[in-house]
């Protein structure tokens, strides 16, 4: 994934690299590629989004990344069909915004999210705990993506703890599990 953002990011309007890239997502029946491409490539990359049957979901990192803010998400995002938001729930509350906010704001737009709970709330250096247990409201977001009917890929990041994290990510797993059932 890191290595279809940042080639994504380098085609920088050429569209036979970026075209190597869709290749190459093609190839492996990816539905999506993630990415931080400037919003000025958008009608190249929309194009081949088109060709391809890919979508193109913009990951937004903390603040200051071009795409902390999930309004100029929203904006970046106005008129492409095939070009949407990976909402980055840790992210964003690393940056002040507000997941369940955030989503509302991007409603219809939400292609993708990489989820994450964090310990503390507008503190860059926020780490991730077990799913569940920090001050994201993991059920709220949860719900809300529900209430979007949300079809996209939820990935399960967990970068605290790197050497030994799948403890703590198999208790996030059963914890979103038991959230879901008592709905």
Not at 3 to 26: P, Q, S, T
Not at 50 to 55: C, G, P
Request: glycine share 6%; aromatic share 10%; with cysteine.
């Amino acid at each position: 994934r890191d290595r279809a953002v940042r080639e994504l990011r380098e085609a920088d309007g050429d569209e036979a690299g970026a075209r190597k890239l869709f290749d190459f997502a093609k190839l492996f029946n990816m539905e999506r590629i993630v990415t931080e491409a400037n919003e000025k490539e958008f009608p190249m990359i929309e194009k081949l989004a088109e060709e391809y049957n890919i979508d193109v979901a913009l990951h937004n990192h903390p603040k200051p990344s071009y795409y902390w803010d999930p309004a100029h998400v929203l904006k970046a995002v106005e008129g492409f069909k095939r070009i949407g938001s990976c909402a980055d729930v840790g992210h964003w509350q690393r940056s002040s915004v507000k997941p369940i906010e955030a989503l509302k704001m991007l409603e219809g737009h939400v292609f993708e999210s990489h989820f994450k709970d964090l310990n503390e709330f507008g503190k860059p250096g926020a780490h991730d705990v077990p799913w569940g247990t920090g001050v994201s409201n993991i059920e709220a977001v949860l719900k809300e993506l529900k209430r979007q009917n949300f079809k996209g890929v939820i990935s399960a990041e967990y970068e605290y703890n790197w050497f030994n994290n799948t403890p703590e990510v198999a208790l996030s797993a059963k914890n979103v599990r038991e959230m879901i059932k008592k709905w």
